[in-house]
């Protein structure tokens, strides 16, 4: 009787018990007509991981966004396990299996099939912070994370009740402690505990909220958004790579814009993260920068959603670039000329974001490679256009000079001229580099006459690259 009536009062979406207890009284447990997952949606390699723990006579589920995915009728990008065995016992079991962490120690299990090699990710349950004793810093925040515990205290510790679902692939049934199903169906985001404490002991939790906030549409429950506004400022204290991690899974998340409006809503960005300070409120004097990069994220979000690469140094790029274009401007202004003007700002652009977060120096070298790339799109005379096709990262460079066209910095014709010449073959080639002759010949638009003059005054050339056969 007391089953149907919380089962009715679920159905409705009404909260069946408090969002903070303990889970003292078990998990529900949900079958499968009720959560709609469809088994089809399961990683073979998952469940084949679960199936040996359980055969070896530990419990494993599949956890975490996963559940979260599937119960949204959504294909997970990937799986994670959660088990009380140990990593070590997790490791005898499987023979291509590594462990890796140390803050936060798991085991990854690597299947190699046709297509590309899959990881499953395997975590031991994690004993309550409140267990964990010396692991936890004077503010609160985690240090270690190596204490093992029970399924209970596993599941208290995740994040967002809807990230804290367990599934049983052998039984299909869901295990559930803190009203996930019942939020999933609210469409509530909402961080289990008390939601200030829990950002204390990981500020990153606040960048996980908004990402999960954009890629699912669900709303923040209130309590679970209040204290961000205050507690923004401890983004601080985490480690570089591991916000890098962060801000790099929330630009590649296929809802990029939409989430950075929601740092820039939740007052997460400001003073916080100076790539995104700049992206959303660019230098003064810098028209549409602002389009720029909502097109440079709208056009990765597409690419993303569809299933295609995104180049993480292409996207750093585009949310640099307004700041760029800005030390650019400055540096001719002191009477530099044009390509050591802007080698001299990527240095001034990636120093001062530096000073905020890190970017690691692959992605900056395809940053530079990309901006360096941009004055030489207006050299169209001789062999620079064929050498330019030959460059490894044209491709990044001309996609981001389409860029350029789109939001009007550099004329829609210079997009298209390019896209003709990769198209052309060379006696096509040919008449397009003499029709780009003949137009400099009739407007006298270009030429080392337009150099000196631009020189003589930056601001008023129209921008940095301004028509330039002479851009080198
Ligand atoms: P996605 O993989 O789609 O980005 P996810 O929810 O799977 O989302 P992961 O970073 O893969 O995110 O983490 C897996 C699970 O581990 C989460 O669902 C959550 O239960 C838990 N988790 C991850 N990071 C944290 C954290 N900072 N604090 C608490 N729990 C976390
Ligand atoms: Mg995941």
Not at 146 to 161: L, P
Not at 167 to 191: F, I, K, N, S
Not at 324 to 342: E, F, I, R, T
Not at 378 to 401: S, T, V
């Amino acid at each position: 009787m007391i089953k149907k009536l919380i089962h009715r009062i679920f159905r409705r979406g009404t909260r069946p018990s408090p969002v903070h207890s303990h889970a003292s009284s078990g998990p529900k447990r949900i079958a499968k007509k009720a959560h709609r997952i469809d088994p089809h949606l399961l990683s073979k390699n998952a469940v084949k991981v679960t199936h040996t723990l359980q055969q070896a006579g530990y419990q494993a589920y599949i956890v975490g966004g996963a559940v979260r995915d599937l119960a949204l009728g959504i294909g997970p990008k990937d799986f994670d396990v959660a088990t009380n065995a140990t990593p070590d016992q997790v490791q005898k079991l499987f023979r291509k299996s590594r462990l890796i962490g140390r803050r936060f120690q798991i085991v990854h299990v690597t299947f190699f099939g046709k297509e590309r090699p899959e990881i499953i990710e395997v975590s031991t349950f994690r004993a309550l912070l409140e267990n964990a004793g010396d692991h936890v810093a004077d503010s609160g925040r985690i240090l270690r994370d190596n204490v093992w515990g029970t399924q209970v205290e596993d599941a208290t510790r995740r994040d967002f009740t809807i990230n804290a679902m367990y599934y049983d692939p052998a039984t299909e049934t869901v295990l559930d402690y803190h009203g996930g199903m019942a939020d999933m169906q609210q469409r509530t985001l909402r961080m289990i505990g008390d939601p200030a404490k829990r950002y204390r002991e990981d500020p990153v939790r606040m960048l996980r909220a908004i990402r999960f906030a954009a890629k699912t549409g669900f709303t923040l429950a209130p309590e679970t958004r209040a204290p961000i506004a205050t507690l923004a400022k401890l983004i601080h204290d985490v480690p570089a790579a591991r916000l890098f991690d962060e801000i790099l899974k929330l630009l590649m998340s296929g809802y990029s814009w939409k989430a950075i409006q929601g740092l820039r809503e939740a007052g997460l960005h400001h003073g916080v993260l100076p790539l995104l300070d700049r992206a959303l409120d660019p230098p003064a004097g810098i028209a549409g920068g602002d389009a720029f990069i909502r097109l440079a994220l709208g056009n990765t979000d597409e690419r993303i959603q569809n299933g295609k690469g995104v180049s993480a140094g292409f996207l750093f790029a585009t949310l640099l670039w307004p700041d760029l274009l800005h030390n650019w401007q400055k540096h001719l202004a002191s009477g530099m000329a044009n390509v050591p003007a802007l080698h001299a700002a990527m240095d001034d652009t990636i120093g001062n974001q530096n000073k905020g977060m890190m970017i690691q120096r692959r992605f900056e070298a395809d940053m530079r490679e990309i901006w360096a790339m941009q004055p030489r799109f207006d050299k169209r005379i001789g062999r620079f256009p064929h050498r330019m096709l030959e460059l490894p990262r044209f491709r990044a460079g001309y996609d981001f000079m389409l860029l350029r066209c789109a939001t009007g910095e550099r004329p829609a014709s210079l997009g298209q001229w390019w896209t003709d010449f990769i198209e052309a073959d060379l006696a096509g080639r040919e008449q397009l580099l003499t029709a780009v002759k003949d137009e400099v010949v009739r407007t006298g638009s270009s030429g080392p006459a337009a150099k000196r003059r631009r020189r003589r005054k930056p601001k008023t050339a129209g921008g940095p690259t301004a028509g330039g056969l002479d851009a080198e």
